[in-house]
């Protein structure tokens, strides 16, 4: 039982920091080269709790998005879900890959959240953003991969987080 709070514990207090680096206010250079915070750490836990990070925990974290950035509600929530069972359809692949193979992937899953994201918006009449200012943010995210996946696992390691 205390496993399981403390894990949730983490998790939340991962997507609490997460979810401030996607919404605090920046400079309009900075806001371009944004990375996908929020997104990385969904797709870092749905990756590496396998059987306690599920689509629904995905889908409220990206509801939870949409709140705090004024979002149609249930898109993110909808784009998480759709890339966390991508993530639990491949697992025992993704598991598999090595940091510099899964480095590779992320950019792929984020490319399928920035699509739907912008179809949605394209139907409902809202601004797309041009392409420079939808692929930069993945090529950020992309670069930076690395080091939030070896940052929160070392915060698994020191807390014990497994998937067992």
Known sequence: MMTFIKRF???LITFGIAIVLDTISMP???EAIRPNWTTMTMLFWAIKLQRHFGIGSAWLMGL???????FVWGLHGFTFALLCY???RYYPRIKSFTLPVKTCLIPILLIIQSLITIWVNGILGN???SFTHWVIPIVV???LWPI???LLSEIC????ITDK
Do not use: A, R
């Not at 939870?64 to 004024?70: A, H, P």
């Open 148 to 150: 939030l996946n070896i």
């Open 9 to 11: 514990i983490i998790i």
């Open 28 to 30: 309009n250079f900075f």
């Open 141 to 143: 995210s992309s670069l």
């Open 157 to 160: 390691d020191v807390f014990g």
């Open 127 to 129: 601004s797309t953003p």
């Open 86 to 88: 991508i993530v639990k």
């Open 64 to 70: 939870l998005l949409d709140i705090s950035k004024s």
